[in-house]
């Protein structure tokens, strides 16, 4: 069982930026994939950003050249830099893990955590 407990989330204006975690119950980085995953009322949730146990890194087309997805295996704890924040990347952000990436690419991963609210003010 994996526990995942994301944080960093908040306001900030257009044009800023943000560092979310999120941090795990036990060490993932050798045997799980972690993503994330961002919701807004009404809508599905949508992929976001993707790290394999080897380091393979995927990104949505929202997110590429403005995210970025990186990973402290001490600390267990996988991060999602966001710069140049626009009012339309407000949503709560979900951590998820799972041994196999593709799952976690799909939301299909096992595990998620509770989210963490995100803001960005025009």
């Known amino acids: 069982q994996v526990q995942l407990a994301e944080s960093g989330g908040g306001l900030v204006q257009a044009g800023g930026s943000l560092r979310l975690s999120c941090a795990a119950s036990t060490r993932t980085s050798s045997r799980y994939a972690t993503g994330w995953f961002r919701q807004t009322p009404g809508k599905e949730r949508d992929f976001v950003a993707a790290?394999?146990?080897?380091?393979?890194?995927t990104y949505a087309d929202s997110a590429k050249g403005r995210f970025t997805i990186s990973r402290d295996g001490a600390k267990n704890t996988v991060y999602l830099q966001m710069n140049s924040l626009k009012p339309e990347d407000t949503a709560v952000y979900y951590c998820?893990?799972?041994?196999?990436?593709?799952?976690?690419?799909?939301?299909?991963?096992?595990?998620w955590g509770q989210g963490t609210q995100v803001t960005v003010s025009a």
């Open positions: 790290i394999s146990w080897s380091g393979v890194i």
């Open positions: 998820a893990a799972d041994s196999v990436f593709r799952e976690v690419q799909t939301g299909g991963a096992d595990y």
